[in-house]
């Protein structure tokens, strides 16, 4: 069964730094893109950063960008979200999900909206308070 699990949330002051990890169990992770999406108190859930599964192409929301990488760790059949220089306003319930389980996923590929994303994991939520 395919199954994603995020860890490594918490609580940090801002400016600080978190690495957050989405592992897969069930297949191979780098077979398929991967989001990390966020989502705050009376918001929408938002994508910040995609990996391909191709080209392993990157790419960010401009909120994001220059603070946050995201990578693979193909031998924990992983992808890590580095997130540097935190604030306030990076606080949310963070998600994994992978895209191109569908094929029409591949319309809009990492740009493609959270429902065509599947196998969501539970979340982890960031607290950037001082």
């Known amino acids: 069964q395919m199954h994603l699990a995020e860890s490594g949330g918490g609580l940090v002051q801002p400016g600080g730094s978190l690495t957050l990890s989405c592992a897969a169990s069930?297949?191979?992770?780098?077979?398929?893109?991967v989001a990390w999406f966020r989502q705050a108190p009376g918001k929408e859930r938002e994508q910040i950063s995609c990996i391909k599964n191709v080209d392993h192409t990157t790419t960010y929301d401009d909120s994001v960008k220059g603070r946050f990488t995201i990578s693979r760790d193909n031998l924990k059949n992983s992808v890590i979200l580095q997130m540097n220089n935190l604030g306030p306003e990076d606080t949310a319930v963070y998600f994994c999900?992978?895209?191109?389980?569908?094929?029409?996923?591949?319309?809009?590929?990492?740009?493609?909206?959270?429902?065509?994303?599947?196998?969501w994991g539970q979340g982890t939520q960031v607290t950037v308070s001082s």
């Open positions: 999900a992978i895209g191109g389980v569908r094929a029409s996923w591949y319309i809009a590929g990492c740009s493609a909206g959270p429902s065509e994303y599947d196998y």
């Open positions: 069930g297949f191979t992770l780098n077979m398929y893109a």
